[in-house]
């Protein structure tokens, strides 16, 4: 199974939005609605942003937010604050398995 | 609030196996997937495998040759072996929950797995080398 494919990098300025891609294949993101993100600031662990596609879990702020067209999926950051700059990922479910996405950093300029 | 705390050696030496635990306080392994997932210094997550609390395993089809994940019920603990490691296995492991939603039909409820990772541990640095 092979990474799914984010961009390296994105930014925007406070107040800003800003979107992330993460594009697979029909095999995960276009198979099943199963698609997570994952902020992760440098030394620590993942957290869990959003899961089945467009559901936040309970703590996380309604300024993100996720989507799915096909065999993309995509997070959209609302406006930006300093405390998102960090390297986001996505995941999916791939038939048994689970794959991670590239990573994308995010930076708030 | 679950919490996850990965253990085990920090340094081992190539062609050795890999062997670390998770345990899990706050809350029951039973009724959730759990995985493992590394993290190479400076790059991106791999998904290495998940246990469901009752036994049943699967592995990402790229280390499946070398991974075991195994479970301990009694003391709320699942473990990962990882065979004949190089210095490509240096990395931050990772151990996580499965959120584990329950669809129900017919009568019946069936666990899955894929919906997102809920909770991490801290991670814990293995480094290959000898």
């Known amino acids: 199974q092979s990474a799914l494919t984010q961009p390296p990098s994105a930014s925007g300025s406070p107040g800003q939005s800003v979107t992330i891609s993460c594009t697979g294949t029909?095999?995960?993101?276009?198979?099943?609605?199963?698609v997570s993100w994952y902020q992760q600031h440098p030394g620590k662990a993942p957290k869990l942003m959003i899961y089945e596609v467009s559901k936040r879990p309970s703590g996380v702020p309604d300024r993100f937010s996720g989507s799915k067209s096909g065999n993309t999926a995509s997070l959209t950051v609302s406006g930006l604050q300093a405390e998102d700059e960090a390297d986001y990922y996505c995941?999916?479910?791939?038939?048994?398995?689970?794959?991670f996405g590239t990573g994308t950093k995010v930076t708030v300029l | 609030q679950v919490q996850l705390q990965e253990s085990g050696p920090g340094l081992v030496k190539p062609s050795e196996t890999l062997s670390l635990t998770c345990t899990v306080s706050?809350?029951?392994?039973?009724?959730?997937?759990w995985s493992w997932i590394r993290q190479p210094p400076g790059k991106g997550l791999e998904w290495i495998g998940y246990i469901y609390y009752s036994g049943s395993t699967n592995y990402n089809p790229s280390l499946k040759s070398r991974v075991t994940i195994s479970v301990d019920t009694s003391k709320n603990q699942f473990s990962l072996k990882l065979s004949s490691v190089t210095a490509a296995d240096t990395a931050v492991y990772y151990c996580?929950?499965?959120?584990?939603?329950?669809?129900?039909?017919?009568?019946?409820?069936?666990?899955?797995?894929?919906?997102?990772?809920?909770?991490w541990g801290q991670g814990t640095l293995v480094t290959v080398s000898s």
């Open positions: 706050g809350g029951s392994i039973s009724s959730y997937y």
């Open positions: 996580a929950r499965d959120r584990t939603p329950y669809y129900c039909s017919g009568g019946s409820c069936y666990p899955r797995s894929g919906s997102g990772f809920d909770y």
């Open positions: 029909s095999s995960d993101v276009g198979g099943y609605n199963y």
């Open positions: 995941s999916s479910y791939a038939g048994s398995n689970n794959v």
